[in-house]
């Protein structure tokens, strides 16, 4: 199997890469994010208290987001693979996702870090603000704290997959279509 972490700050190009190495490798294309905005559209009880989370540029809970990726792999026993975007966003949600992995005899093929400078970021989701409707684009204070919670509590992930010897930086400025281009060979090349 080819599992890969799509990792990177908010506004990286995460989900917009996603779709291009789900249709080059015949992936399962796993977004934490659209999967509580799934619910949060739904008005589940776990939508309406993601939200809460969700709305301020926080984490929802670690338990949370580990219940939705197990029962998301549990659902598809025959995949070639999984990618996983905006997940894992902690050192416990990575654990527990070498567990699920290893209870489902496979492992973490690489985790692909896309690299964009800050400023870009904030340029992108407040541009993508002005028509997707979502609530944690809408304000600079909102981005900039997502950003934040990024630096403190996700990028220490890059040291853990580093210790493993899964780390693969890529450049993620540029033309999307280029960006593809160096994410595909780069898993050509695992
Ligand atoms: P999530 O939905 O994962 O949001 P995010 O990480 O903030 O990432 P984005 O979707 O904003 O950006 P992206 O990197 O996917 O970039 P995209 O391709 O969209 O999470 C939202 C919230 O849910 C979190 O804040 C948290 O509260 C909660 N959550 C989710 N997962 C969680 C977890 N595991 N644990 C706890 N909480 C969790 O691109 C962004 C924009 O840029 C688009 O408009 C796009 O068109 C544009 N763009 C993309 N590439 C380029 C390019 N090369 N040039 C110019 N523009 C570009």
Do not use: W
């Amino acid at each position: 199997m080819l599992n890969l972490v799509l990792f990177g700050p908010p506004g990286a190009g995460k989900g917009t890469q996603a779709e291009f190495l789900e249709k080059n490798f015949n992936l399962i294309h796993l977004s934490t994010g659209d999967l509580l905005r799934t619910e949060i559209a739904a008005k589940t009880h776990l939508g309406i208290e993601a939200k809460k989370n969700i709305d301020k540029g926080e984490l929802v809970p670690d338990s949370v987001v580990v219940d939705m990726i197990k029962g998301k792999l549990n659902a598809h026993p025959t995949a070639n693979g999984f990618i996983f975007d905006g997940f894992p966003r902690t050192v416990a949600q990575a654990k527990a996702l070498d567990q699920l992995l290893e209870e489902h005899g496979t492992d973490l093929s690489a985790m692909l870090c896309l690299q964009v400078e800050k400023q870009e970021l904030i340029d992108r989701l407040l541009n993508r603000g002005l028509t997707s409707g979502r609530s944690d684009d809408q304000d600079r204070a909102i981005i900039e704290n997502r950003i934040s919670v990024y630096e403190h509590k996700t990028a220490p992930l890059i040291e853990f997959y580093k210790a493993q010897g899964k780390y693969v930086p890529v450049e993620g400025m540029g033309t999307v279509e280029e960006i593809a281009d160096k994410l595909v060979r780069s898993v050509k090349a695992l």
